[in-house]
T-cell receptor
Framework: EAEVAQSPRYKITEKSQAVAFWCDPISGHATLYWYRQILGQGPELLVQFQDESVVDDSQLPKDRFSAERLKGVDSTLKIQPAELGDSAMYLC????????????FGEGSRLTVL | AQSVAQPEDQVNVAEGNPLTVKCTYSVSGNPYLFWYVQYPNRGLQFLLKYITGDNLVKGSYGFEAEFNKSQTSFHLKKPSALVSDSALYFCAVRDLGGNMLTFGGGTRLMVKP
C-alpha cells in the first residue's frame, strides 16, 4: 500500500538552530500539505501545495518557516531559527487534486527544541 | 471561516458497549466531513467521510458516522467498542469547493476491559 514518507521521525535541536523536514507524498497526488500538531491539540495547516505552487500559506510563520516543492513531488519544510514554541509534531499529507478526497498522512516528524 | 468543535476531551466506555464521539461543524455551504484516528506517535489514519447521499456513513474498523444537517453534527459511532479502539479521534471539515481541511481539537477514547 502506498504511503507518505517523512523524515526524520524524531529531531532534537537547540533553539536558534536550523531544522529541516522532508516529505515524499503518494505517487500521483498533486496536493501536498504540511500540518503542525502541538501535543494534545488538533493539526493546524501550515502550508498547502498544488503541484509546485503554494495554494495557502496564511498560517505559516514566514519570518522563520519556509516550505518548497520545487518539482511538484517531494517537499521540504525548514525552520530557522528554531524556537522553544516550535516543539510539535510536523505532519505531511497528500491527496488527489479536488475537494472530496481524503488526506493520507505520513507518520510525522516530532521536533523537540531545547 | 470554517470550524469544528469536539466538545468532549475524553470519552470512556466499557469494552462491548456502544460508543459515540461527538462533532459539530460550521461551514458556509455544504460540507465535506471526515473522521481520522491517531495512535500514539503516529500520523492520522482516515476512517470515513461524508460527501453527499445517505446520512449514515460506514467506514473502517466497524465505525460509522451520522450526518445531521439541521444540527450541523457528524457524530462517530460504533456498536461495540474494543480495547484496541482506544486512541485520539479527530473530526474535520472542508467546504464545498474549498481546499483547506480544518480539524477539531480531538477526543481521546478510552475503552476499558
Amino acid at each position: 500500500e502506498a504511503e507518505v514518507a517523512q523524515s526524520p521521525r524524531y529531531k532534537i535541536t537547540e533553539k536558534s538552530q536550523a531544522v529541516a523536514f522532508w516529505c515524499d507524498p503518494i505517487s500521483g497526488h498533486a496536493t501536498l500539505y504540511w500540518y503542525r500538531q502541538i501535543l494534545g491539540q488538533g493539526p493546524e495547516l501550515l502550508v498547502q501545495f498544488q503541484d509546485e505552487s503554494v495554494v495557502d500559506d496564511s498560517q505559516l510563520p514566514k519570518d522563520r518557516f519556509s516550505a518548497e516543492r520545487l518539482k511538484g513531488v517531494d517537499s521540504t519544510l525548514k525552520i530557522q531559527p528554531a524556537e522553544l514554541g516550535d516543539s510539535a509534531m510536523y505532519l505531511c499529507a497528500s491527496s488527489l487534486a479536488g475537494g472530496t478526497g481524503e488526506l493520507f498522512f505520513g507518520e510525522g516528524s516530532r521536533l523537540t527544541v531545547l | 471561516a470554517q470550524s469544528v468543535a469536539q466538545p468532549e476531551d475524553q470519552v470512556n466506555v466499557a469494552e462491548g458497549n456502544p460508543l459515540t464521539v461527538k462533532c459539530t461543524y460550521s461551514v458556509s455551504g455544504n460540507p465535506y466531513l471526515f473522521w481520522y484516528v491517531q495512535y500514539p506517535n503516529r500520523g492520522l489514519q482516515f476512517l470515513l467521510k461524508y460527501i453527499t447521499g445517505d446520512n449514515l456513513v460506514k467506514g473502517s474498523y466497524g465505525f460509522e458516522a451520522e450526518f445531521n444537517k439541521s444540527q450541523t453534527s457528524f457524530h462517530l459511532k460504533k456498536p461495540s467498542a474494543l480495547v484496541s479502539d482506544s486512541a485520539l479521534y479527530f473530526c474535520a471539515v472542508r467546504d464545498l469547493g474549498g481546499n483547506m481541511l480544518t480539524f477539531g481539537g480531538g477526543t481521546r477514547l478510552m475503552v476499558k476491559p
